[in-house]
C-alpha cells in the first residue's frame, strides 16, 4: 500500500513538470506576445512619446514635431529613409522605431497679434533676409509701444530697419510677435478746448520714437497740438489723426523725425512748429487738403491762398509759383544748396538762418524785400549776388561766412549789424546816400579796406568796432559826429582824417585803436570826458579852434597823450589850462 502510493506521488510530479517544460519550450519557440512598442526618433526636433499597439493593429500618426528651421516632412522606417511609413496601411507585429525626415525651411511666416488692436497681415520672408516693420496697428484710447517676442510682452523685436547699431533679428522659424500698448492717458495730458466740445494735446511725457497720435479723447475728437506739447521729446515717426486741425508754436521742436504728411483736417500750422528737426528729409501734404499743399513733391508746406512756403528741409525744391519764403521757413536746416525762382518777390526773417551746411544760393532777380536775419549764421555761405534791393536789412549776413559781396546800386540803407562778424576783406558802398544801422561791420575781422564811403553823411556807434585790419577809409566831409566805438579796436588804423564838418566826438570813439596823431577840424564843439580814452597810440593832437575846457580836459584825459599842437593866438589859453604839472606838451602849428 505504501509502495502504491508513493508510485502515485512520483506520477503527479511528472505530470507537473512535463507541463512546465512543455509551456517553456512554447515560448521559447516565439509565442506572439498581446502589445508591441514604436518608438520616435525626431532626429534634433521636439520629442514624440512613444506608443504602445497591440499585436497585428495599426498606429494613429502623432502630431508632427518640430525643429527651428525645417519643415517636417514624414516618418521613415530607416534612418537613411529608404521606405516612409504608412499610418493608414501598415500594421505593427514587432517592436519598431521611427525617424522624422526634414527639410530646411527656406521662408518663414510671421504672425502678429495685434492685441486688441487692429489687424496686421501675416508676412512671409525668406531665410536670411531683415524683417521691415509692419504699419503700426491702432487700438482706441491706447498708444501702440512695440511688438515682441513673448506673449509677456518683455522681450522687444529687433526689426531690421530700426537696428542700425545693433544686429538685427535673424528669422530661423514661424513665428508670432505680439503688440504691446501703453494707455493714452499715462503718456499724453489733454486739455479741453475753450468754446468747444474738442480736446488739444498740451504736453507728452512718454518716451516712445514712434507715435500715431489718437483720433478722440474721452469720446470726443481731440484737433488741437499745443505749443510745445512734444518738444525734444526725440520722435523719429509721427502719424497724424484725421481729426487733427491745428499744429501750434514750437509743437515739435528739435525731434528727430525723418518725415512728415500733413493730413487733408489740418487748417492751421505754425511756421515753427518743426522747427529744429534736423533730419527731417520729407515733407508732404495730403492732396485733400484746401489751406495747405506741397506741390509738385517739393518736401514743403506752401500755404495755397498766398503761395507762401510756410516751411521745408532738406531736401525742399522751391516751385516756381511761390510768392513768399516765409520768416523761419528754413532755420537750421542741413541745406547745401538752393534756388530761388524768379516770381519770389519776398525772402522773410530768418528764412535761412543758421543753415550751417549752406554754400549756394542762388537769389531770384524778382526779390524786392528781405527780412531781418535771412542769412544770419550761414557759415559756409563765403558769397552772394543780390538783385537790386533798396535795403540790405538788420542782421542780414551776420555770423556768416561771408567774404566777398557788391553792394547795388540800388542800396540806400544797410540796417544793424548787416554785414557784422562776416569774413569781408573790402566794402564798396558806391559813394551812394546810403545810411548805415548801428554795428553794421562790427566785428568784421578781416576787414581792410572800405571805398566809396563819401554818400555816407552819418556813422552809427559801433560802426567799425573790432575791425582790427582795417587799415584805410576816407570819411565824408558832411560827418558831423564820430559815435561811441566807432573805432573801438581797431589796431591796424594807424592815420584819420577827420571830416571838416565835425562838431563832436563821443565817449570811447577810439578806444583800443592804434591812431598816432589827430587833427580836429575847426568845427568840433564837444568831445566827451572819455572821447580818447583808451586810444593806447595816440601820440599827438593838433587843434585849431578854441575849445571848452571841458573839451580839452577830454583830450588831456588821454594817457599816451606827449604833444598838443595849437595856433599861436591860443597859446596861451591852452597852456594855462593844462597847467603847471602836466606832462604834456603844447607847441604851437607850424
Known amino acids: 500500500r505504501q509502495v502504491l502510493m508513493k508510485s502515485k506521488l512520483?506520477?503527479?510530479?511528472?505530470?507537473?513538470?512535463?507541463i512546465g517544460l512543455f509551456s517553456l519550450t512554447l515560448y521559447a519557440c516565439g509565442e506572439t506576445p498581446d502589445k508591441w512598442t514604436v518608438s520616435f526618433d525626431s532626429c534634433g526636433g521636439s520629442a514624440v512619446q512613444s506608443i504602445q499597439v497591440e499585436d497585428n493593429n495599426r498606429i494613429e500618426e502623432p502630431d508632427d514635431p518640430?525643429?527651428?528651421?525645417?519643415?517636417?516632412?514624414?516618418?521613415?522606417?530607416?534612418?537613411?529613409?529608404?521606405?516612409?511609413?504608412?499610418?493608414?496601411?501598415?500594421?505593427?507585429?514587432?517592436?519598431?522605431?521611427?525617424?522624422?525626415?526634414?527639410?530646411?525651411?527656406?521662408?518663414?511666416?510671421?504672425?502678429?497679434?495685434?492685441?486688441?488692436?487692429?489687424k496686421v497681415d501675416d508676412v512671409v520672408i525668406n531665410k536670411g533676409e531683415a524683417l521691415s516693420k509692419p504699419q503700426n496697428p491702432s487700438r482706441l484710447n491706447y498708444a501702440f509701444v512695440e511688438w515682441?517676442?513673448?506673449?509677456?510682452?518683455?522681450?522687444?523685436?529687433?526689426?531690421?530697419?530700426?537696428?542700425?547699431?545693433?544686429?538685427?533679428?535673424?528669422?530661423?522659424?514661424?513665428?508670432?510677435?505680439?503688440?504691446?500698448?501703453?494707455?493714452?492717458?499715462?503718456?499724453?495730458?489733454?486739455?479741453?478746448?475753450?468754446?468747444?466740445?474738442?480736446?488739444?494735446?498740451?504736453?507728452?511725457?512718454?518716451?516712445?520714437?514712434?507715435?500715431?497720435?489718437?483720433?478722440?479723447?474721452?469720446?470726443?475728437?481731440?484737433?488741437?497740438?499745443?505749443?510745445?506739447?512734444?518738444?525734444?521729446?526725440?520722435?523719429?515717426?509721427?502719424?497724424f489723426s484725421s481729426n487733427l486741425e491745428q499744429i501750434d508754436n514750437m509743437a515739435f521742436y528739435g525731434n528727430d523725425?525723418?518725415?512728415?504728411?500733413?493730413?487733408?483736417?489740418?487748417?492751421?500750422?505754425?511756421?515753427?512748429?518743426?522747427?529744429?528737426?534736423?533730419?527731417?528729409?520729407?515733407?508732404?501734404?495730403?492732396?485733400?487738403?484746401?489751406?495747405?499743399?506741397?506741390?509738385?513733391?517739393?518736401?514743403?508746406?506752401?500755404e495755397i491762398a498766398t503761395d507762401k512756403l510756410i516751411f521745408g528741409c532738406q531736401n525742399t525744391t522751391i516751385p516756381d509759383s511761390i510768392k513768399i519764403i516765409g520768416e523761419y521757413a528754413f532755420e537750421d536746416v542741413s541745406l547745401k544748396e538752393i534756388v530761388i525762382p524768379d516770381g519770389v518777390v519776398e525772402v522773410q526773417a530768418r528764412a535761412f538762418s543758421d543753415c550751417i551746411y549752406l554754400n549756394n544760393v542762388t537769389l531770384a532777380g524778382s526779390i524786392k524785400t528781405f527780412g531781418e536775419s535771412v542769412f544770419y549764421g550761414c557759415v559756409r555761405l563765403t558769397s552772394i549776388t543780390l538783385p537790386q534791393i533798396t535795403t540790405i536789412p538788420d542782421k542780414m549776413f551776420e555770423s556768416s561766412g561771408l567774404e566777398e559781396i557788391t553792394i547795388p546800386t540800388t542800396v540806400t540803407k544797410i540796417g544793424e549789424k548787416a554785414f557784422s562778424s562776416t569774413k569781408i576783406t573790402s566794402i564798396n558802398l558806391n559813394n551812394q546816400k546810403i545810411e548805415l544801422g548801428e554795428g553794421v561791420f562790427d566785428s568784421c575781422r578781416n576787414l581792410v579796406s572800405?571805398?566809396?564811403?563819401?554818400?555816407?553823411?552819418?556813422?552809427?556807434?559801433?560802426?567799425?568796432?573790432?575791425?582790427?585790419?582795417?587799415?584805410?577809409?576816407?570819411?565824408?566831409?558832411?560827418?558831423?559826429?564820430?559815435?561811441?566805438?566807432?573805432?573801438?579796436?581797431?589796431?591796424?588804423?594807424?592815420?584819420?582824417?577827420?571830416?571838416?564838418?565835425?562838431?563832436?566826438?563821443?565817449?570811447?570813439?577810439?578806444?583800443n585803436c592804434m591812431v598816432e596823431s589827430l587833427s580836429l577840424p575847426q568845427s568840433v564843439e564837444v568831445i566827451y570826458p572819455y572821447a580818447l580814452s583808451g586810444a593806447s597810440n595816440l601820440k599827438t593832437i593838433t587843434i585849431q579852434n578854441e575849445l571848452s575846457s571841458s573839451a580839452f580836459r577830454a583830450i588831456t584825459n588821454c594817457s599816451t597823450l606827449e604833444t598838443i599842437y595849437v595856433p599861436s593866438e591860443y597859446l596861451e589859453y591852452y597852456t594855462a589850462e593844462l597847467g603847471q604839472d602836466s606832462t604834456i606838451n603844447i607847441e604851437v602849428i607850424q
Open 450 to 511: 572800405v571805398e566809396g564811403f563819401s554818400g555816407v553823411t552819418s556813422l552809427p556807434r559801433r560802426v567799425f568796432y573790432y575791425c582790427d585790419k582795417l587799415t584805410d577809409i576816407t570819411l565824408s566831409d558832411q560827418i558831423r559826429s564820430i559815435p561811441e566805438n566807432a573805432f573801438t579796436y581797431c589796431r591796424d588804423l594807424t592815420s584819420l582824417t577827420l571830416p571838416t564838418s565835425l562838431t563832436t566826438i563821443y565817449n570811447y570813439a577810439f578806444l
Open 257 to 302: 523725425l525723418v518725415s512728415i504728411e500733413i493730413p487733408a483736417s489740418v487748417t492751421s500750422i505754425s511756421y515753427n512748429a518743426f522747427m529744429y528737426c534736423y533730419d527731417l528729409e520729407k515733407i508732404t501734404v495730403d492732396p485733400n487738403n484746401t489751406i495747405y499743399d506741397s506741390r509738385e513733391d517739393c518736401n514743403a508746406v506752401i
Open 148 to 239: 515682441c517676442k513673448d506673449e509677456d510682452l518683455t522681450i522687444p523685436f529687433k526689426f531690421g530697419a530700426d537696428w542700425v547699431d545693433e544686429p538685427y533679428e535673424v528669422i530661423t522659424q514661424d513665428m508670432t510677435l505680439y503688440a504691446k500698448w501703453v494707455h493714452i492717458d499715462q503718456i499724453y495730458t489733454f486739455e479741453k478746448i475753450e468754446g468747444a466740445n474738442e480736446y488739444e494735446i498740451v504736453d507728452y511725457t512718454g518716451d516712445l520714437t514712434e507715435l500715431t497720435l489718437p483720433d478722440y479723447y474721452s469720446g470726443k475728437p481731440v484737433t488741437k497740438i499745443g505749443q510745445n506739447a512734444f518738444r525734444d521729446a526725440g520722435l523719429e515717426n509721427i502719424t
Open 66 to 118: 518640430t525643429k527651428a528651421g525645417y519643415i517636417f516632412i514624414a516618418w521613415y522606417k530607416e534612418s537613411s529613409y529608404e521606405n516612409e511609413f504608412n499610418f493608414e496601411t501598415e500594421r505593427v507585429t514587432n517592436d519598431i522605431t521611427l525617424y522624422a525626415k526634414w527639410e530646411e525651411q527656406t521662408s518663414f511666416t510671421i504672425k502678429f497679434n495685434s492685441n486688441g488692436g487692429s
Open 10 to 18: 512520483f506520477q503527479n510530479f511528472a505530470i507537473v513538470l512535463l
